[in-house]
């Protein structure tokens, strides 16, 4: 045991993926990066979902929307037939969170836990999302959350058609990184549509009414294509929403303008080998080496020393791989969001079965 404790310190684990900038690539034929000027007067650039469920688009110009009642989505052409390992959103919250900010102050704001989801276009001339082919959920510490420049913004609410009294200024960029054994792997020249939502922005685990005074919208884009943003409403406000699936999405009644977000890979150059086996996960165990974290189609000992990483940092996208080690059992083979032996002897098994 103090032999294996020893291995898990000579390695660090991975940090989080870094935030999308213009300029890097991008797997979609027009990119979305977030309009910060002003559009007039009104100046409107984000929308909010709260309780009941509501979610933003103005007229003068339309903010696509979202929060934890409604889905808000919006379409990409993909640009290479390759895995998505990183989306970016950007989000404002309404009055920049500051009913947080007033009944904790001096607590930083967790920015809850998001699912993401990804659909298929609907076939010939209807509109919108089909069918689900990809979702995860994100709790704090899984992205990264980084504060950009300050806008102006109004916000809507494509549900009830009526405005928010009280939009934020503080657009905030929201980094997914996506392991390379979860990709969605898109195809070259085929239109997708990203579904948003913010399930429990608090972090206390429930949805309550305390969660109905953190509404949060999506910054506009002044790029767009194909069709305008479109929203899913929840059944119910207080019961978590389960992945998308079977979602019917509506459209916005004022939707002119894009929402901000970006699908890319920024492995690129070393996403051409699929993995070999589930326990296939790096080209190298060294941090820092090129395509560390990117499987490279061969298992060896970088594999395995790369997984005692990631267990050691808890990190449990990588290291959470089951519920049960034992074959059989219930949860065999399914992660459970806990880190603990069963998780590392089931890898061990990955490993022995080799490529």
């Not at 294509?225 to 019917?248: D, H, I, N, R, T």
């Not at 939707?255 to 080998?273: E, K």
């Not at 069963?342 to 490529?355: P, S, V």
Request: aromatic share 14%; net charge negative.
């Amino acid at each position: 045991m103090r032999r294996l404790l020893a291995l898990l310190a000579v390695f660090p684990g991975a940090a989080l993926a870094q935030p999308w900038v213009l300029g890097d690539p991008t797997a979609m034929q027009v990119p979305q990066p977030p309009f910060l000027g002003a559009f007039g007067a009104m100046a409107p650039t984000a929308c909010y979902v709260g309780l009941p469920p509501m979610s933003c688009q103005v007229p003068e110009p339309p903010a696509t929307c979202v929060a934890r009642d409604v889905f808000i989505a919006d379409d990409w052409r993909a640009v290479g037939t390759r895995p998505i390992r990183q989306i970016d959103i950007w989000m404002v919250w309404g009055d920049d969170f500051s009913f947080w900010t007033n009944t904790f102050p001096g607590f930083p704001f967790p920015h809850g836990t998001w699912v993401l989801g990804v659909y298929d276009d609907l076939p010939g001339p209807a509109m919108g999302p089909g069918d689900l082919i990809w979702t995860r959920t994100f709790v704090p510490g899984t992205y990264t959350a980084t504060q950009g420049p300050d806008a102006n913004s109004a916000m809507w609410d494509p549900v009830w058609e009526r405005p928010y009294y009280a939009p934020g200024d503080q657009v905030w960029q929201y980094t997914f990184e996506v392991v390379a054994q979860n990709a969605f792997v898109q195809q070259d020249g085929q239109d997708y549509w990203l579904a948003v939502i913010n399930i429990d922005p608090d972090d206390n685990g429930t949805i309550n009414s305390f969660d109905a005074f953190l509404p949060v919208g999506r910054r506009v884009s002044a790029s767009s294509f194909g069709s305008p943003p479109m929203y899913s409403k929840q059944e119910s406000a207080l019961v978590l929403p389960s992945p998308p699936a079977g979602a019917v999405f509506f459209p916005m009644t004022v939707a002119i303008f894009s929402s901000a977000f970006v699908v890319s890979n920024p492995l690129d150059l070393c996403s051409g080998t699929p993995p070999c086996s589930a326990a296939d996960l790096t080209a190298g165990a060294v941090p820092g080496v090129t395509c560390y974290g990117v499987p490279n189609g061969a298992l060896n000992n970088e594999d395995f020393f790369y997984y005692l990483a990631q267990f050691a940092a808890q990190n449990l996208f990588i290291a959470d791989t089951t519920t049960s080690a034992v074959p059989g059992t219930p949860g065999y083979g399914v992660p459970n969001g806990i880190l603990n032996n069963e998780d590392f002897f089931y890898y061990l098994t990955l490993f022995a079965q080799g490529c």
